[in-house]
């Protein structure tokens, strides 16, 4: 495998390829590595497909550097109805505009980074929003989520106490932040939701339905505590 070297936060990463095929053997595995390579497989068949985007870097106008974003894959329209339905947009617009902002989120030194710009839309999608509501606050989600990535770096490469310092309050406010967006889908998502719990049901002499705390005393019955 053959990949190129680029430089992040002083250290030399190696993007890392996706396997296009499967073990050569399955005998080689085991059985818990069975298990999950079939765990794996159920989940890819339910998962609606996630095209990705290409960028190529066009010339500068007005001395900016423009990004040229599209999808990849053969029948680009069924790519954007794949992308839409990932997203649940329901409009072109809209969908713009989640891109839009996703592709300046990945966007570094002038240069629109492909494989941030699909981090991003696969943190959008795997969310697995219900609306366009919820697609928005995914975005924000992502964003928060790869200011996090980016500070905790800054943090860790940190040389002096204010930058440590600096570093770890926004790295702080933005991990605290992400928790609360996490709260807030869940409470959003828990809208409309009514809960009927029945702790005991009693039908006692005479045909009488006790629902409740039930409790027996003296010979006679106590309903919540009465």
């Known amino acids: 495998m053959t990949a190129a070297l680029h430089k992040e936060g002083g250290a030399v ?8 095929v499967a073990p050569d053997s399955p005998d080689a595995l085991t059985d818990a590595e069975r298990r999950a390579v079939a765990s794996f497989d159920a989940r890819e068949k339910k998962r609606t ?3 990705s985007f290409k960028v190529k ?3 500068s ?3 900016v550097p423009h990004a040229q974003v599209s999808i990849d894959h053969a029948d680009v329209m069924a790519g954007y109805i794949l992308q839409s339905e990932a997203i649940k947009s329901e409009s072109f617009a809209f969908y713009d505009g989640i891109t839009q902002a996703l592709a300046t989120l990945a966007t570094k030194g002038g240069v629109t980074q492909p ?9 959008v999608a795997g969310i697995n929003p219900r609306d366009q509501l919820e697609t928005m606050l995914a975005t924000q989600m992502a964003a928060v989520h790869m200011a996090t990535l980016t500070f905790a770096r800054r943090l860790q490469g940190s040389e002096t106490i204010e930058q440590q310092d600096s570093n770890g309050r926004t790295f702080n406010k933005l991990a605290r932040t992400f928790a609360s967006q996490v709260e807030a889908l869940k409470r959003y998502r828990s809208k409309g939701e009514q809960r009927v719990i029945v702790e005991r049901v009693t ?11 039930v409790a027996h005393g003296g010979g006679e019955v106590q309903e919540n505590g009465r």
Do not use: S, Y
């Open 57 to 59: 870097m066009g010339a």
């Open 115 to 123: 494989k941030a710009l699909n981090f991003g839309m696969a943190i």
């Open 203 to 213: 039908v006692e002499r005479g045909g009488q339905a006790i629902v409740g705390n």
């Open 61 to 63: 106008v007005e001395g």
């Open 13 to 20: 990463v190696v993007p890392i390829k996706k396997p296009v």
């Open 49 to 51: 497909p996630l095209p």
